[in-house]
């Protein structure tokens, strides 16, 4: 069993930047791949990125790459979200996501945190 919980969404103007944390519980935490993933209000939830248990690979939406960068302290229980040059599409609840394989698709991830607001005004 894993738990997470996120921290770090808030309000931000179009052009910021945003650090999320997702810290977990657990001493398993090293063994799972972690995904970041994202609802806007009226829309399904959608992959952002992931990261794999080693910390050494990486992969993220197309949309996304390049301002976007997931990190992990495997020592430290803890994934995280670097947003920069952020824009009011970005407006969503970011969730973090735990999985035993490195994968882009949704229902491969079995534990979720509870989710963190982002909202990027205008």
């Known amino acids: 069993q894993v738990q997470l919980v996120e921290s770090g969404g808030g309000l931000v103007q179009a052009g910021g930047s945003l650090r999320l944390s997702c810290a977990a519980s657990g001493r398993t935490f090293s063994t799972y791949a972690m995904g970041w993933f994202r609802q806007a209000p009226g829309k399904e939830r959608e992959f952002v990125g992931t990261?794999?248990?080693?910390?050494?690979?990486?992969l993220y939406a197309v949309s996304l790459k390049g301002r976007f960068t997931i990190s992990r302290t495997n020592a430290l229980n803890s994934v995280y979200l670097q947003m920069n040059n952020l824009k009011p599409e970005d407006t969503a609840v970011y969730y973090c996501?735990?999985?035993?394989?490195?994968?882009?698709?949704?229902?491969?991830?079995?534990?979720w945190g509870q989710g963190t607001q982002v909202t990027v005004s205008s």
């Open positions: 996501a735990a999985s035993t394989s490195y994968s882009a698709g949704r229902d491969d991830y079995i534990y």
């Open positions: 990261i794999s248990s080693s910390g050494i690979g990486t």
